[in-house]
């Protein structure tokens, strides 16, 4: 069965730093990758996601991707963050083509301080 | 994307009594998904509800404890049954994937606290 790693659980940015958050998966086989992002108070909203092609991905709010096959991993990278993305981060996985389970993170908290 | 309402947003439950959670989704989808986000914790899937037919749990999560309706392609309900304290959670409906974008959408959750 996939599993999927968030190694930082609490992040903290001042505001203009760059940001990288890592996510490993384990699974040999095909997968599609997504970044999910919760504001504080509101519902989990789908921030990129990677399915084929190139695997650097960009997704809203100035976000980007890197699915690197070989290291299994799919880093959320931001070369500015903003107060406003002050949230909790998902990655999360789903083998490809098959069973359509999604199987999620353990999440990182980011604040970012003005 | 699928716009899901899902009710209600929270209740305070006593233990040993049943909730009903509704998830009502603004088009027809085939799958639909329950999560459980426990606090300070990562979503983990309950199961997996296809119309027509009977629910599909993951490991440690059985029907008696959280059954499921899914009468039709636009809604579906979960029960949390004889509540403890334990099952004080964040509770989410999903459904996707979605045919434009290929996410997944999620419910704006109910969050349940079992006094």
């Known amino acids: 069965a996939q599993s999927v790693s968030q190694h930082n659980h609490h992040v903290i940015l001042s505001e203009a730093a760059s940001l990288e958050l890592g996510c490993n998966y384990s699974?040999?086989?095909?997968?599609?990758l997504f970044w999910y992002v919760q504001y504080p108070g509101q519902h989990l909203q789908l921030l990129l996601k990677?399915?084929?092609?190139?695997?650097l991905v960009k997704g809203i709010k100035g976000f980007e991707a890197e699915f690197i096959k070989s290291k299994f991993s799919f880093n959320l990278r931001k070369p500015s963050v903003q107060w406003s993305d002050t949230a909790e981060y998902f990655c999360a996985v789903r083998v490809s083509g098959g069973y359509q389970k999604v199987t999620f993170g353990t999440g990182t908290k980011l604040q970012v301080i003005p | 994307s699928a716009v899901i309402s899902q009710k209600p947003s929270r209740d305070i439950c006593q233990r040993g009594t049943s909730l009903t959670i509704q998830c009502q989704v603004d088009s027809q989808v085939t799958m639909m998904f329950w999560y459980r986000q426990q606090p300070g914790q990562s979503l983990t899937l309950i199961a997996t509800?296809?119309?027509?037919?009977?629910?599909?749990?993951e490991s440690g999560f059985v029907i008696d404890k959280f059954p499921i309706s899914r009468p039709n392609l636009t809604f579906s309900t979960l029960t949390v049954s004889n509540m403890s304290p334990e099952d004080s959670s964040i509770y989410l409906c999903?459904?996707?994937?979605?045919?434009?974008?290929?996410?997944?959408?999620f419910g704006s959750g109910t969050r349940l606290t079992v006094v």
């Open positions: 699974y040999g086989g095909t997968v599609n």
């Open positions: 990677y399915f084929s092609g190139d695997p």
């Open positions: 509800a296809n119309q027509g037919s009977e629910a599909t749990y």
């Open positions: 999903s459904v996707g994937p979605d045919s434009s974008n290929y996410g997944y959408t």
